[in-house]
């Protein structure tokens, strides 16, 4: 009644913000995202009878702000009559600070706890019951680029690209390592309910999504590099418009922006993607991941820099109940 799930974050280029369904955490119009490789959760989920409750440890320290979610995911996975659960997950990487923990976290914790309880989902099951916890942890279930659409009364996840086929890189530069103030899902109600923008973002989303999803298919760098930042922007611009204003950026994630830029006018392949963090992803051509990387370390403020390819879906990686 054990078992041990990894799940790499992913970085949405066309994003996710909003929903339609609060309740069942349901996205108010689909994505397309990348699959990391060497940024992962770790997560290990014990059932045990003699448990008097679920615990669950982050990085070795009680979480008890996670907790609550993360009994949730376990009731829709295994079933509210399940026995309690001992959790343990460990990220190479911060958490809660626009890194897409969240989406690595309960991708892992999916797969592990259906493992643990002896329950064979497939891989779409496995995504539509990682998304009603976390929104972006169902594309975690996929590898390479995934595009997330809404189907109905549910969603319906698929790969756009294996990781072989385009090797992208993605170069991380960490500019806080605090967790944000607001959380996304509260994030999202907000600039709803409040910004006048919100309306115009979602009504834009076919038309990013159908421009990225060709690009994608073309291997047209060029092409994904200006819907992914327009897509971004766009969606700051919703958070900023919120009331209250929904800003998570800092001053060096401007600064990132800016060298990004420098990059570009010298003739580098790369792109600038920020999620609800102050945490910039350059994308850029394997080649150029380099330059990239040495510009960004040398940005004022950039406190880290990682950097990853892309990588595979959530896995199972030990069962101790066969």
Request: charged share 20%; proline share 4%; net charge negative.
């Amino acid at each position: 009644m054990q078992a041990t799930a990894i799940a790499q974050p992913n970085i949405a280029l066309i994003k996710y913000w909003g929903k339609r369904d609060v309740d069942r955490n349901l996205p108010a119009a689909g994505s397309i995202s990348i699959t990391l490789s060497d940024l992962y959760t770790e997560v290990d989920v014990e059932l045990d009878a003699d448990l008097t409750g679920d615990s669950l440890l982050t990085n070795g320290i009680a979480d008890q702000h996670r907790l609550a979610r993360m009994s949730d995911c376990l009731d829709m996975v295994i079933g509210e009559q399940r026995l309690h659960a001992r959790v343990t997950s460990i990220s190479n990487f911060p958490i809660a600070a626009g890194l897409a923990s969240s989406a690595s976290v309960f991708a892992a914790a999916t797969v592990a706890a259906a493992a643990a309880a002896g329950l064979s989902y497939n891989t779409q099951k496995l995504a539509r019951l990682a998304g009603q916890a976390s929104g972006s942890a169902a594309r975690s279930l996929f590898a390479g680029f995934t595009e997330l659409s809404n189907v109905a009364d549910t969603i319906s996840v698929k790969s756009l690209c294996d990781v072989l086929s385009w090797p992208l890189q993605v170069v991380v530069a960490i500019t806080a390592t605090t967790p944000k103030a607001t959380g996304s899902s509260e994030a999202m109600e907000i600039s709803r309910a409040t910004s006048p923008f919100y309306d115009k973002w979602i009504e834009q989303q076919a038309q990013d999504l159908a421009t990225a999803r060709a690009a994608i298919e073309r291997r047209d760098f060029a092409s994904l590099a200006t819907v992914a930042e327009h897509n971004c922007l766009k969606m700051h611009s919703v958070m900023w418009a919120s009331r209250p204003p929904m800003v998570y950026w800092n001053a060096a994630t401007l600064r990132c922006l800016q060298t990004v830029r420098k990059l570009q006018e010298a003739g580098h392949d790369v792109f600038f993607t920020i999620d609800a963090g102050p945490q910039v992803k350059a994308v850029c051509m394997p080649d150029h991941a380099d330059a990239v990387r040495e510009a960004l370390s040398a940005t004022p403020g950039v406190q880290e820099i990682m950097t990853s390819g892309l990588g595979p879906a959530a896995r199972l990686v030990k069962n101790r109940g066969e």
